[in-house]
């Protein structure tokens, strides 16, 4: 009895050990998500499917009586054409404000689109220099958290010449941020609405909601401040340094760095 009682036991423990192995072997099988699909997953659910960048820009006429009519087109042009050769079927979203001697733009969408248009836009054979004296990139944000416009629009206001008024270097930063933020703002109410309400809601911008709009003087002041950074200036820091700050050095070339340079 003693002899059968333990062979029972025995292959109890046997049949515990074969189940606990066959749970542990469930869990080695088992498929788990990589870190991508979790991030995936979970920009998914905060909507997050495309990383935006948001520009601002403002531009100073040849003219000073100039509205900008001829630029708004080229500018509405060159965002239909970057749009158009897009494989990934992007969109470019923000708004063209034409004003009395400049005028003032928000892109938004991938940054593929976006650094795409403003290539086109400072190209100086194109027709936005045609009546364009400089342009001026005032911000850009690489990974904005979503859009503030719902769809690309353009629009002339009519307002009295000025003088500009050229900020301080100590206001510059300030400045830009309020203008960028309060346009956002009116991208925001632009959201709200759709087809017709849209559109009237565009022409009546200057009427209804003109604490989101940018001073004239304030945009031409921009455009002639040493501290605003010109677009041409932009791509030749960013994206062809090697033509404003010559060559790398060939100690500079290696990493880490040799002692002897600074960190």
């Not at 004296?133 to 859009?147: F, N, Y």
């Amino acid at each position: 009895e003693v002899g059968t009682q333990k062979s029972v036991e025995g292959e109890k423990s046997a049949e515990g050990a074969d189940a606990v192995l066959g749970e542990t072997l469930e869990m080695v099988d088992t498929t788990r998500e990589s870190l991508l699909d979790v991030v995936m997953k979970r920009a998914r659910e905060l909507n997050l499917l495309e990383k935006i960048q948001r520009v601002a820009v403002a531009g100073k006429f040849k003219k000073a009586s100039d509205n900008g009519e001829s630029t708004r087109s080229a500018i509405d042009e060159v965002v239909r054409i970057v749009q158009s050769h897009d494989e990934d079927g992007g969109e470019i979203t923000g708004i063209l404000l034409g004003l009395p001697g400049c005028f003032l733009c928000i892109l938004e969408g991938p940054q593929r689109l976006v650094i795409g248009a403003l290539r086109e836009m400072q190209e100086t054979n194109g027709k936005v220099y045609e009546d364009v004296a400089s342009l001026h990139l005032l911000s850009s944000i690489q990974d904005a958290p979503g859009r503030s416009f719902p769809c690309y629009a353009s629009r002339i206001l009519q307002f009295p010449k000025v003088e500009a008024v050229v900020p301080e270097k100590d206001t510059v930063v300030g400045l830009i941020s309020d203008i960028s933020i309060n346009l956002q703002r009116f991208g925001l109410e632009l959201g709200k609405v759709s087809g017709s309400e849209r559109e009237q809601l565009l022409d009546a911008a200057k009427v209804k909601h003109g604490e989101h709009l940018a001073r004239v003087e304030d945009v031409l002041g921009l455009c002639g401040c040493p501290h605003v950074m010109p677009l041409e200036e932009f791509f030749d820091l960013y994206y062809s340094p090697n033509r404003c700050l010559g060559g790398p050095l060939d100690s500079e070339v290696c990493w880490p760095l040799p002692p002897s340079l600074s960190y």
